[in-house]
């Protein structure tokens, strides 16, 4: 199969209907093809081929979408990268990529030796979409990771044609959905939109960057009925909508990933957009879906259970010598384990670019990807994300994980962030540090009496705190809590 067929099929059912819009351009479906094929046409100029790879770093704007297609429709691989990273680390990308074709954004063009994205404006339509198999390459991100370069994860069209049905199905769209592109075009979240809108006959509607007041207004006049960010966005959103002129904006179907989402944050958002659907997405770049809830406001922050393609399973952690009997992995008789999800599913990469050694580290001989996130079962059999393997804070003896803190944290009516890590203790070898965010000073004796009354165990608690204006993000809204482990500490 190759994609482009998906784009042909498209304008042929909607040809008048508006496939992507930015700030200054409306592109219907019929539009959509003809520039595709005309990019694709001036890629193929360039020497581009089939297999072969075009990155770009690039903002996201019509552009980047009508980039995106041409090389679907050559069968060309697709590498956006972050145009927010370093010159040195844009250049790693696209020399690791072997890159064919490396155009960016004008201010960065020259610094990291590219073609500026502006000459890539058409040529003669290319003859399509190339005759492709289901494991040739249609797409390769680049994960940031936590240490060390870059990793690209190589995509298959067929991965990405799954994981776009999976989508689909799991959020639950309609024909002609409309949905907000602000997540950046180099991360899966957006990637996947951009894509199951296509699928759907919908519109992408495109911004360069997110701006909650500005989203607000976007989402009224554009009409988005449906919502795929990080928790941190709608965060923003809520935060805006509560001090604005709206009482609410009504989006039918909502859904988010890169983390769990809080009980707070899902009441919020509950009371702003009224959803019919609340979806919380469990996956990654390397296998789109681990796990889908479709209930948020139920259980808030649940994984749910695996995804249409996928198998799940728990491994159990290695005995910690220095644990005692009252061992917090247990809660309510569920044991904490390392969640690994099965390679074998339709939306699975089937390795990591030129990368043998994190091939070793993350895929077992029996074909099963290594997430790095600890989970439990409920007593209904709900996947919960308990946070990473490498953030478990270890206080005594005891296994703590940051987000039960977290989430005992945000419930205060003071509290708008929070984010714990543990810092040496030459007695209890680490201690839980809570950063936090507030919309009023608050003295830290108030936080710790909240977090004595709650249904948190007392050696859970944060015994320190650290009040801070912001905490540390990525561009897609990812908590960067290795930042708040280098900080010094007053």
Known sequence: MNLGQLLVAAAERHPAAEAVVDAGERLTYADLLERGRGVAGGLAGLGVKPGERVVGALRNRVETVVLYWACQWLGACFVPV???????????????????????????????????????????????????????????????GTSGRPKGVPRSQRAEWSA?????????????ERTLGVMPLYHTMAVRSLLAM??????????????????????ASERVSALYLAPTLYHDLVEALADGARDGLPVPRLAYAGAPMSATLVERCTAAFAPEVFVNHYGSTEIYTFAVHGEQR?????????????????????????????????????????????LDSDEAFTGYWNRPDADARALTPDGWYRTGDLGRLDADGDLWVVGRADDMVISGGE?????????????????????????????????????????????SSVLDGWCRRSALADFKRPREYRFVETLPKSPSGKLLRRLLREDPGP
């Open 399 to 443: 296994n703590i994980h940051p987000t039960e803190v977290e989430d005992t944290l945000v419930a205060h009516p003071a509290v708008i962030e929070a984010a714990v890590i543990g810092r040496a203790d030459p007695r209890l070898g680490q201690r839980v540090t809570a950063f936090v965010v507030t919309r009023e000073e608050i003295e």
């Open 198 to 219: 296509h699928a759907v006959g919908g519109c992408f509607v495109v911004r360069s960057e997110f701006n909650a007041a500005e989203a607000i207004e976007v989402i």
């Open 298 to 342: 139920a259980k808030p922050g649940c994984a749910g259970r695996p995804g249409v393609h996928g198998r799940l399973r728990l491994e159990p952690l290695t005995a910690d010598p220095g644990a005692g009997a009252g061992d917090s992995d247990q809660d309510d008789g569920n044991a904490v384990g390392e969640i690994l999800a099965a």
């Open 82 to 144: 972050n145009w927010r990273l370093k010159p040195d680390e844009i250049r790693y990308c696209a020399t690791d990529a072997d890159a064919t074709v490396f155009v960016a954004e004008p201010h960065l063009a020259e610094q990291v030796g590219a073609r500026p994205a502006a000459e890539l404006s058409g040529g003669d339509p290319a003859p399509g979409p190339s005759d492709g198999r289901d494991g040739e390459p249609s797409l390769m991100l680049y994960t940031s």
């Open 164 to 176: 776009a049905l999976a989508h689909v199905i799991q959020c639950r769209y309609q024909p002609g």
